[in-house]
């Protein structure tokens, strides 16, 4: 059985993760209006991924015998003054969850709570990935500075990323 102050976190990281969802569908809706196939793909693939962790949690609550309890979902930013400035924003917000997932872990070492600890693990892992991912494009398109050759090279990048569900997910 889950202790009532993990539900309440595990209920309150599963609002966050459908809310980095909607903040990168919001992204892609962006790129779409720029132009930039390529962008709207990378955040839409970006999106479905966020929904995967936020079913992750939903099951593993219920997996506990916990009770799932959803609430609003905040309203995300609408536009972004360019490309980098949504590259910048998105590894912002990846630094604040691993904070989140973070403090996740935190509570469970205080809890004993055993099971929570490792199933956080794959979180802790997956959050490397995902402020590394973020970094590179950061870093790719304060390189070529909003130039429009360059734009479009990064593009045709951003274009070839494929969403494949994770492993744990599958199973
Ligand atoms: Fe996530
Ligand atoms: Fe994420």
Known sequence: MLDQRMQDALNAQINAEVYSAYL?????AQFAD???????????VQFQEELIHAQMFFDYVCERGGRVLLAAIDQPEQTWPSAVAMFEHALAHE??????????ADLSLELR???TLQKLQWFIA???EEEATADDMVKKLRLVQDAPGGLYEVDKELAARVFTPPVVAAT
């Open 126 to 128: 997956e959050q490397v």
């Open 113 to 115: 709570d055993h099971a």
């Open 34 to 44: 720029l132009g930039m196939a390529g962008g709207q793909n990378w955040m839409h």
């Open 95 to 104: 630094q604040k969850v691993t904070g989140l997932i973070n403090a996740l």
């Open 24 to 28: 990168y569908l919001s992204m892609s």
